[in-house]
Structures are given as C-alpha cells and as structure tokens.
C-alpha cells in the first residue's frame, strides 16, 4: 500500500467523547449507561433504513430514541420533546477525546489532508473542531446526508473520495467503529483502527491495516508502516 494522502475521520464516538454527554442524561432521569444504549440504538435504525434504501437523519431517529427511553423511564413525565432536545444538544455539544486535536494537528504536519466523514451531520463534527486547535488542520467536513445512504455502504465512502479528487488507495479511514473500517475496506480505502479500550478486533470484519491506542499514535503508525 502506498502512503495515504487523505485522511477519513468518523466523528461520532471516534472524535466525540460520549462520556462527556453523560451528566445530561443523568440529569433527565436516565443512567450514565444509557448513553451509549441510546446511540447504539440509532446506529441500529439508520443502518435498518439504509437496508431499505433510506438515508435517514441522524438527529431524527436520536430523537425518536430519546423520547422513547425517557417514556419508558418514566411514563408519567409530560416533557418528553423538551428533554429529548436538551439531550440531543448535550450529544451536539459533547467534548473531543482527549487524543483527538493533537492526533488530527499531527496527521495534517505529516502533509494528510483530513477530512471527517459521518453519519450525522457535518454541523456537528464542525462544531465539535473548528474551535480547536485541530480545526485549521480539516480541509473539510462531510456527511453521508449528501450520499446516497449511511456508511457503511459503499457510497458513503464514495462520496468522500469524489470530495477528497483521490482514489480509493490514497485514503486513510479512521475509526472506533469495526463495522465502519469494514465497510471502508471493502470499498478499496486504507483503514486504521483507534482502540482506546483495548479490546479484541471482532473476527466477523476485515481486519484494519493499522490499529493505534489513540489518535496520537497514528502518524507514528503511518511512518513505521510505510518507511
């Protein structure tokens, strides 16, 4: 594999720090845990839409998920499209990995150009970097709204590859998500795994070219790689 020149960053999980969105979901009667209960949940229906042929808005099914575990929660409360909101700004503001604008900042010195590519919105991942010292370093910042379906079909990647003027083999996919790298992967793209927790990569995917603790360590990965 030659060297990338682009880098494909998810954002929601991969960038984003669910933790961070925890106290909101503790404040509306819910458990920490069911952070992530509630954006696995959306994965699962965006991905069921996409089998249909729908490209689903990510802020749409959140929504829908959020009234639906707060009414479970508590069938009493009259707030649920209030609070669902509320939460679902606590998910648009969460806070990056502590990895991540220093990780992003290194692969844009070592001459990547880096892109993210989510299933949410672009705003969000904006939202989440420009501010930072990472955001001069993203070129730009796509979505799969302006594909055809979410990743991790092959148009999703297919976009950000006609976004990016490269082919397949020139671009990096960065991920937590095996499923994402899968998908990447099978659409010709490089992928690097970042697997903060140290857990196995699961046998039913193909196998990431790169796996990395944080982001920081995947330029280091990169140069090894390809010296």
Not at 58 to 63: E, I, P, Q, S, V
Not at 162 to 178: I, K, R, S, T
Not at 199 to 223: C, G, K, M, N, R
Request: aromatic share 8%; hydrophobic share 45%.
């Amino acid at each position: 594999m030659a060297r990338p020149t682009v880098a494909f960053l998810d954002v929601n999980d991969t960038l984003s720090d669910l933790t961070s969105v925890e106290p909101a979901f503790v404040d509306a009667g819910l458990q920490r845990h069911d952070v992530r209960i509630w954006y696995l949940s959306v994965l699962r229906d965006g991905f069921a839409l996409a089998v249909f042929g729908e490209n689903a808005s990510f802020a749409d099914l959140g929504r829908d998920q959020l009234r639906s575990m707060l009414w479970l929660a508590d069938p009493s409360r009259g707030d649920l499209d209030s609070t669902a909101d509320v939460l679902l700004q606590a998910f648009i503001d969460a806070a990056p990995h502590a990895d991540v604008v220093p990780g992003i900042v290194a692969l844009a010195d070592a001459g990547l150009r880096v892109y993210t590519l989510s299933n949410g919105s672009a705003d969000v991942a904006r939202r989440l970097l420009e501010s930072t010292d990472a955001g001069p370093a993203i070129t730009d910042y796509l979505s799969v709204a302006d594909a055809a379906t979410w990743k991790p079909g092959p148009t999703s990647y297919r976009h950000g590859l006609q976004a990016a003027g490269v082919e397949a083999g020139e671009a990096l996919m960065v991920a937590v998500h095996p499923w994402d790298l899968d998908g990447a992967r099978r659409a010709g793209l490089q992928t690097a795994w970042i697997n903060r927790d140290g857990v196995a990569y699961p046998d039913a995917f193909v196998s990431p070219d790169h796996t990395v603790a944080s982001f920081i360590d995947l330029v280091p990965e990169l140069t090894r790689h390809h010296s």
